[in-house]
């Protein structure tokens, strides 16, 4: 067992010493020893009952012949972060908490990991840190919140309360009415409820095989997914019990290999989901020594179309509903009958993704669709070139609500605070292309999520009248024509940062085309003058973090090269 290098051998007395300080007996030495890498944080909706769930795990750990050990990660609450400076701290977040499973499972030598994970950048975090490790892992995240409802009814969740500040802004709801949406937005634990960066996260698990049918879908805080807790438990200790020829076929990076992040891709345009899947994907694949890169991604997103449209995108549909009508077994079952999933990967659990899939089907056509009535006939994520963007951007197709063609006239903001106090003071009309820059992973530095100002877009009712650029990202909270990751990002001199108010930006979705209609000797000439604003920071985190930080296109991962 690789537990052998701190447990076994005269030499390794001092280290039983310290095991038997824990509670380890004389018969725990024999058994293998499984990191529980639980995100238990309070402050988190979808994480704050999550020492309980691994309560449940070690339970079952040792009820199975192993020895579990606990060890808990960081994590940012995104909404809480929204809107202010903690959003900075945001996406960096993603690679300390890399950093903290790579640290804890390669120090204390364990066998075997369960990952318990549920929002935001935690997901991806501990993805990338457990393929450094490379042992056999399962994960099981917490499990997604329940839609809330009004007063009067009709579903809500987290973006319906963001929405709602810009419609109270607008004077198009009551103070009681804004009230309503906040005291019912989020009804109780869980990650937010619709197909946000977390459940996002979360589906895509299962269609990467590393996590167990139902991980992304099935409630939090039901006995459904505590079986499903107890399952990955029992999974993870027959996993760490196999000799170590028959181990090294479920290390992770067998697991998550170049069809599972293909595979990973194709459910996300089948599911619309965040454009941030985009981000972390690219830093999984890196972390997964898998040859795939941003431009790859058109590809797979011309052949698969889009058939479950989920909040933001619909904003009556929840994963709840996508749980009851099948599932994301049920999306890859339809998808294959295109053969637009790899069915020969393998799983954590034993099976083929073929043996996985192979009785699922839809039970609601009507929150899942057929290939013959799709929402749209292409994937519901597209990434745009042209010489605004010429290492490419990213924009949800899926939550698009006007026109796939836009061309307006630049409004420029020097940040997210300034475009948030100009959408309020009405600089941005209809026709307009609102662009946020110098919030990219450098520029920000920490490429904050802009949920705030495209929410207000939607709720002032210019949702379909205008279109964002920037080169920060979204909430997968955030609908509307919104186009992000913009690379290369202003403070390494890419063209967002040389645009003017007035310029015309040019869009096309189909096409793939993101430009400004300049000649190449204006752009020449804005070019020889220009020097990128470099914000003053104070924290010693974020300093490293813009020093070391490549741009969107490559995952925003930190660069290892130099050392």
Known sequence: MRSDEVKKGHSRAPHRSLFRATGLKDEDFEKPFVGVANSFIEVIPGHFFLDKVSDIIKEEIRANGCVPFEFNTIGVDDGIAMGHDGMLF????????ANSIETMMNA?????????PNCDKIVPGMIMGALRVNVPTVFVSGGPMAKGYTQEGTPIDLATAFEAVGKYEAGQISA?????IECNACPSGGSCSGMFTANSMNTLMEAMGIALSGNGTILALTSAREELYRQAARR?????????ESKQKYNLRSILNENAVRNAFAVDMAMGGSSNTVLHMLAIAKEAQVDFELKDINEISQRVSHIAKISPSLTTVHMQDIDKAGGVNAVMHEMDRRGDILLDNPTITGERIKERIANAFIKDTNIIHTLENPYSKVGGLAILYGNLATQGAVIKTAGITGSRVFTGKAVCFDGQPQAIAGIVEGKVKAGDVVVIRYEGPKGGP?????????????????????????????SGATRGASIGHVSPEAAEGGMI????????????????????????EEIAARKANFTPIKKTIHSSWLKQYRALVTNASSGAVLRTDMF
């Open 90 to 97: 945001s996406l960096p977040s993603r690679e300390l908490i």
């Open 108 to 116: 204390h030598k364990f066998d075997a990991m369960i990952a318990i």
């Open 176 to 180: 009681d009415e804004l009230y309503d």
């Open 236 to 244: 993870i200790c027959e996993l760490a019990k196999l000799d170590w």
């Open 446 to 474: 920490g490429m904050q999520e802009m949920l705030a100002p495209t929410s207000l877009i939607m709720g002032m009712g210019l949702g379909d009248k205008v279109a964002l650029i920037t080169d920060g990202r979204f």
């Open 497 to 520: 940062g040389l645009l003017e108010d007035g310029d015309e930006i040019h869009i096309d979705v189909d096409n793939y085309i993101l430009s400004v209609n300049l000649s190449d």
